[in-house]
């Protein structure tokens, strides 16, 4: 279940069967992700010298984009297991909540066969990007310093 919240793939879970799980995923990836990834590109940026680049500042919208997709992302989801929970109250059909043993049964080996497939896709991915990116330079009299070229 862990490598379900590290990769994002709690939101493949069906809401009305794991609402504290697909919970928990959010808030760590809000808290984990999100949040601090913003944090990073706003410092970065902040320290780098005259105005920013275009790429710089089309990374800090695409970041402040990522932020309001993921608030809508949670408004919704809340929304869905409030509504999971009425028909649930209302006693329709197919709302009745499972036990550990049906949960598991019924959800273990698809999600987990997705998980991996996911999984493997996404490190194959990290991996063809770090042989074919470039390895950053800096110009005369500058050094690469945690990521950022600094003068010397």
């Known amino acids: 279940m862990h490598m379900l919240y590290y990769t994002g793939f709690y939101r493949l879970l069906p809401s009305k069967d794991f609402p504290i799980e697909i919970s928990l995923g959010y808030a760590l990836d ?27 500042s089309v990374i800090i919208i695409f970041k402040l984009l990522s932020l309001l997709n993921f ?21 329709i059909k197919g709302f009745e909540k499972l036990t550990e043993e049906d949960r598991r049964r019924t959800y ?22 770090f042989f074919a990116v470039v390895s950053r330079t800096c110009t005369d009299k500058h050094a690469l310093e945690l990521g950022v070229c600094v003068p010397c």
């Open 30 to 56: 809000l808290f984990l992700g999100v949040f601090p990834m913003l944090f990073i590109e706003i410092f970065n940026n902040s320290l780098s010298p005259g105005k920013l680049a275009t790429l710089q």
């Open 71 to 91: 608030t809508i992302e949670i408004i919704v989801m809340i929304w869905e297991i409030r509504l999971n929970y009425k028909m649930r109250g209302l006693n």
């Open 108 to 129: 273990g080996r698809k999600y987990t066969v997705c998980g991996l497939v996911g999984f493997i896709i996404y490190m194959l991915i990290v991996v063809l990007c």
